[in-house]
């Protein structure tokens, strides 16, 4: 593996606790996870208002973005494989398919989602290149901005 083309830096994010999103669909939240340090749920994934990916404390406040990578991030590599055009519900939808390149982490699963420059991936499979452990290429894939994690804190209370 050459390490010297790892030069983004990306979030992994797992499936927290389950809230209930702007339609009132059950949905799993997500927060950050750096596979070398314990899990906190005081950080969560959210949406502005454009639809941009955030990270935002429990407390309501902003989480930087200079804050989540140095607190959460990986080095990797991202680069786009295919794209495509799809009919969902009468509105047409782009959906580009990603190929991310990291070292080995162990724990790192499909149902995780990638955070990168405020754009949200959801993994479509992992793999151990060569079952060596060094080495994982991830594919993943971006859909439009407006998906089921459009949360905020407190809506899963009842």
Known sequence: MDFSKLRHRVIFLHPGDLRKNSMGETVPGYIPFKPSMPSSNDVYLTH?????????????????????????????????????????SQKLRAETTYKIVTRFFPGITPQMRILYDSREFEIVSVLDMNEQHTELQIVAAEKGRKTAQNTEVGDGDG
């Open 48 to 88: 502005d208002t454009d639809g941009s990916a955030v990270l935002k404390r429990r407390d309501g406040k902003a989480y930087s973005s200079l804050d989540a990578l140095h607190d959460y991030s990986v080095a990797a590599f991202v680069s786009p494989m295919s794209g495509r055009e799809y009919e969902e």
